[in-house]
C-alpha cells in the first residue's frame, strides 16, 4: 500500500513536541503502535469548530479499542482554552505552535486549509487523509478497516 505521506514526514511528526493547553509537553510518540486520529484546527475555522464534538464522541465509542485522538490547534492558546471552557473533548489538545502549517503541509495537504484530519495505523503510517469537515460516521467507517 503507499503510503499518504512521505515517511520522512512522518517520522518529523512522531518527533514532534506539542504544548499542550494545560502547559505540559506532549509527544505524540508515546502513542505510538496504537491507532491514531490527528485533527488539525482553529477557533476561527467554523468547520472545525463545527466537526470537533463528533470527533470527541468518536474518540469516546473508540478509545477502549486502542484509539487515540489528539487535536493540534493553529491557534494561540487563549483563544483554545476560551474554546475549551465552552466545549468539553476528553482527548488531549495541543498547540501545534509554529510548526504547524509546515507539518500539515509535510502530510499531505499542500493548501494548508482546515479542518484536516489524519489517521495513523499500529506502524505509524498514515493510512487516511482529509481536508474538510469529518463526520462521525466518517470515523466510526475509518475504525472498522
Known amino acids: 500500500m503507499h503510503p499518504l505521506a512521505p515517511p ?15 502547559g505540559s509537553d506532549l509527544s505524540p510518540s508515546g502513542w505510538f503502535g496504537k491507532p491514531l486520529l490527528v485533527n488539525f484546527w482553529a477557533t476561527w475555522c467554523p468547520p472545525c469548530v463545527k466537526e ?22 493553529l491557534d494561540s492558546l487563549e483563544p483554545v482554552q476560551t474554546f475549551l471552557q465552552k466545549t468539553r473533548l476528553d482527548f488531549p489538545v ?12 509535510a502530510l499531505g495537504n499542500e493548501s494548508g486549509g482546515l479542518p484536516f484530519s489524519i489517521a495513523f495505523d499500529n506502524g505509524g503510517t498514515i493510512n487516511w487523509r ?3 469537515v469529518t463526520t462521525l460516521a466518517d470515523l466510526r467507517e475509518l475504525a472498522k478497516t
Open 130 to 132: 482529509r481536508l474538510g
Open 94 to 105: 495541543a498547540l501545534a505552535g509554529a510548526q504547524g502549517l509546515s507539518l500539515v503541509r
Open 52 to 73: 470537533l464534538p463528533e470527533i470527541n464522541q468518536f474518540y469516546n465509542e473508540a478509545k477502549g479499542r486502542g484509539w487515540q485522538v489528539l487535536a493540534l490547534a
Open 8 to 22: 520522512p514526514a512522518t517520522q518529523v511528526f512522531w518527533g514532534s513536541r506539542f504544548k499542550a493547553v494545560d
